[in-house]
Nanobody
Framework: QVQLVESGGGLVQAGGSLRLSCAAS????????MGWFRQAPGKERAFVAA????????YYADSVKGRFTISRDNAKNTVYLQMNSLKPEDTAVYYC????????????????WGQGTQVTVSS
């Protein structure tokens, strides 16, 4: 069993930066692929980024490539999402997710999800 708790959301002006954190409990974190998703008002939850268990591979949605960076620290059981050059369209609730299988994370079918953290980007 893994519990995920996101933090770091907030209000930022367009062009600014935020770093989200997702702290995980459980001894199996280091073996999990982790991902970030977001859901804007009135829209479906969408994939943002994913990182494999050892950080060796990362994946990004086209909309965030070059602006967002996913990373992890297995010693701290934490995954991060560094968000730069933020745009108003990045406004959403951001969720982290974890699963043993990369394809399940990318497909939004991960076993474990956090409660979300709000990111609001003003223009």
């Amino acid at each position: 069993q893994v519990q995920l708790v996101e933090s770091g959301g907030g209000l930022v002006q367009a062009g600014g930066s935020l770093r989200l954190s997702c702290a995980a409990s459980g001894r199996t974190f280091s073996s999990y692929t982790m991902g970030w998703f977001r859901q804007a008002p009135g829209k479906e939850r969408a994939f943002v980024a994913a990182i494999t268990w050892n950080g060796g591979s990362t994946y990004y949605a086209d909309s965030v490539k070059g602006r967002f960076t996913i990373s992890r620290d297995n010693a701290k059981n934490t995954v991060y999402l560094q968000m730069n050059s933020l745009k108003p369209e990045d406004t959403a609730v951001y969720y982290c997710a974890g699963d043993s299988f990369l394809n399940r994370v990318v497909a939004g079918k991960a076993d474990y999800w956090g409660q979300g953290t709000q990111v609001t980007v003003s223009s």
